[in-house]
T-cell receptor, first 115, second 116 residues
Framework: DVKVTQSSRYLVKRTGEKVFLECVQD?????MFWYRQDPGLGLRLIYF???????EKGDIPEGYSVSREKKERFSLILESASTNQTSMYLC??????????????FGPGTRLTVL | AQSVTQLGSHVSVSEGALVLLRCNYS??????LFWYVQYPNQGLQLLLKYTTGATLVKGINGFEAEFKKSETSFHLTKPSAHMSDAAEYFCAVSPSLYNAGNMLTFGGGTRLMVKP
């Protein structure tokens, strides 16, 4: 069964801290994605990666960076957390270019609170 | 370029009533279309998808959706709502061409409430 896991379900951090959100998929997928979800704004793409060490900015990359050193792992980094980054963060993966009609598989989400 | 509009951020129905969640899209190429469901404090789960072929698509939990090209719509329906259907529903579109990122564009979501 396909599985995307995220390192934490709930996380509380202080302003200015460096925050790492980890995502692991066990499906040998090429593509991985990070979204944030806020009430009334739906899902907004932060970054995605279509290969190891490759990354592309999404719609709202400011204040975030990512790392993909291994195919199965995609990390989202908040270099200096701010209160406006309090949100639900969702990781997803998909098979690859033209694969399986671009269906994305999602992790359970990490609810991050920045105080 | 592509976009998705979900009419109604909140929809309330009675248990046993018809569920209709609306989705309209714009896409410069033939689209793939998806409906996802999100239960409280969980990630998104695929309900159904349209790729090619039959325009009426059946999904899990009794949901179905019809692709209407002339109306650029992909509305989600269920004949009889159940309390367990209460969740947030997202419509998404993807181009049906090679795309290195395979990105989906999501609508803003519709929260479905089911009254007893």
């Amino acid at each position: 069964d396909v599985k995307v896991t995220q390192s934490s379900r709930y996380l509380v951090k202080r302003t200015g801290e460096k925050v790492f959100l980890e995502c692991v998929q066990d499906m040998d997928h090429e593509n991985m994605f990070w979204y944030r979800q806020d009430p009334g704004l739906g899902l907004r793409l932060i970054y995605f990666s279509y290969d190891v060490k490759m990354k592309e900015k999404g719609d709202i990359p400011e204040g975030y960076s990512v790392s993909r050193e291994k195919k199965e792992r995609f990390s989202l980094i908040l270099e200096s957390a701010s209160t406006n980054q309090t949100s639900m963060y969702l990781c997803a993966s998909s098979l690859g270019a033209g694969g399986y009609y671009n269906e994305q598989f999602f992790g359970p989400g990490t609810r991050l609170t920045v105080l | 370029a592509q976009s998705v509009t979900q009419l109604g951020s909140h929809v309330s129905v009675s248990e046993g009533a018809l569920v209709l969640l609306r989705c309209n899209y714009s896409s410069s190429v033939p689209p793939y279309l998806f409906w996802y469901v999100q239960y409280p404090n969980q990630g998104l789960q695929l309900l159904l998808k349209y790729t090619t072929g039959a325009t009426l698509v059946k999904g899990i939990n009794g949901f179905e959706a019809e692709f209407k090209k002339s109306e650029t719509s992909f509305h989600l329906t269920k004949p009889s709502a159940h309390m367990s259907d209460a969740a947030e529903y997202f419509c998404a579109v993807s181009p049906s061409l090679y795309n290195a990122g395979n990105m989906l564009t999501f609508g803003g979501g519709t929260r479905l409430m089911v009254k007893p």
